[in-house]
């Protein structure tokens, strides 16, 4: 009894001494790092990503700056580029998570052109995990961020113009073959065939073997005004458990976070299943709940164990994610539950 109550008191301490200095989930064990990200922009994200890890960096770090590069470009999904709400404004969700549980978040936030920035500076400066809307606009400003001008990209401004006419919104669906009308989260289809990609999540493992994840989007094009999905929700569009791996997720926002999709992939692997199955298990979990329905929406999650095996799984085809390691650059297809 003596000792079991000793146990449980030296454990207790320990854990919370742990907790207070948020280390206790770091490892030192050297290692090859490698980084993945959702879509075909993850090719030049990475890039940034690898620069970082190949030179002994964070993962941390080369998940911030891997993802800033798609945040930066022109495209529908991702940074102030990307289509507007319904009412013709841009607002991003991004969010991080180090190899320490520390995680830090932004939603709906306007005019800054980096929210995965914001969102590690909410981790580090702040007492909080996610800042929202006009607070977290009010404390980019306050370090230092420029607030950019209030104007759509050219690509948007048409998009969104062609939206307006029919002003239709439905349901929102993703990378489904058949669709004509652009729904909320209508990323379209290119003319090489391939589908331009939605929000970038990257996760990465350092040469120390510590794990990190990003995730940024613009959310869904043409979206109610005030809404967020799964991208800047811990737990949903992304989860970082340096002692079992991490996942990312990409698709219909509503139907991860109703699964706490990308802790319950980390959690399949804590259980034992390979990044891939554990991918595939939570899909499988997001058909059941959504029957007839999920034929007719996209959710990809996208996931790395701590020996840094890689695997993803989607509901539809469509799905690629990009892969960088010592010795290979490519892009990957995502296998799926439909064919
Ligand atoms: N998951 C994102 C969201 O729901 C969108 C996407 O990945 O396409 O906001």
Redesign the pocket.
């Given at each position: 009894m003596y000792n079991r109550r000793k146990f449980i008191q030296t454990t207790a301490l320990g854990i919370s001494a742990a907790l207070a200095n948020n280390t206790h989930a770091a490892t030192t064990s050297a290692r090859s790092p490698i980084v993945i990200s959702t879509w075909d922009a993850g090719l030049e994200a990475n890039k940034a990503a690898w620069t970082i890890l190949s030179n002994k960096g964070r993962a941390l770090d080369a998940v911030e700056k891997g993802v800033m590069v798609t945040e930066d470009s022109l495209n529908c999904?991702v940074g102030l580029g990307a289509n507007p709400d319904r009412d013709g404004y841009v607002t991003l969700?991004a969010c991080i998570m180090d190899e320490a549980f520390n995680c830090g978040a932004v939603a709906f936030l306007e005019r800054i052109k980096h929210p995965v920035s914001v969102a590690r500076k909410v981790m580090e400066k702040t007492p909080h995990v996610m800042l929202v809307g006009e607070g977290a606009q009010q404390f980019a400003l306050a370090e230092g961020f420029l607030l950019e001008p209030q104007q759509l990209s050219e690509g948007a401004r048409e998009a969104y113009a062609e939206w307006l006419k029919k002003s239709n919104y439905h349901s929102p669906r993703?990378n489904v073959e058949n669709k004509k009308e652009h729904g909320p989260?209508a990323p379209a289809k290119l003319s090489n065939g391939e589908w331009n990609h939605?929000?970038i999540g990257m996760l990465a493992m350092d040469a120390m073997g510590n794990l990190s994840g990003s995730c940024t989007?613009s959310?869904?094009g043409f979206k109610m005004r005030g809404r967020v999905?799964?991208?800047p929700i811990i737990g949903a569009?992304l989860y970082v458990d340096n002692q079992v791996g991490a996942c990312v997720?990409?698709?219909?926002?509503e139907d991860?976070i109703r699964v706490a999709g990308a802790s319950a992939v980390v959690e399949a692997m804590r259980s034992g299943k390979s990044p891939e199955a554990a991918c595939r298990s939570v899909i499988e979990r997001v058909i059941r709940i959504k029957k007839e329905a999920a034929k007719n929406i996209q959710v990809a999650f996208l996931a790395i164990d701590k020996n840094g095996n890689t695997g993803a799984f989607a509901i539809h085809p469509g799905f690629n994610y990009a892969l960088r390691t010592n010795s290979e650059e490519k892009l990957i297809t995502g296998k799926s539950f439909f064919k």
């Open positions: 999904c969700d993703i989260f939605d929000t989007t959310g869904a999905g799964d991208s569009g997720a990409t698709g219909q926002g991860v």
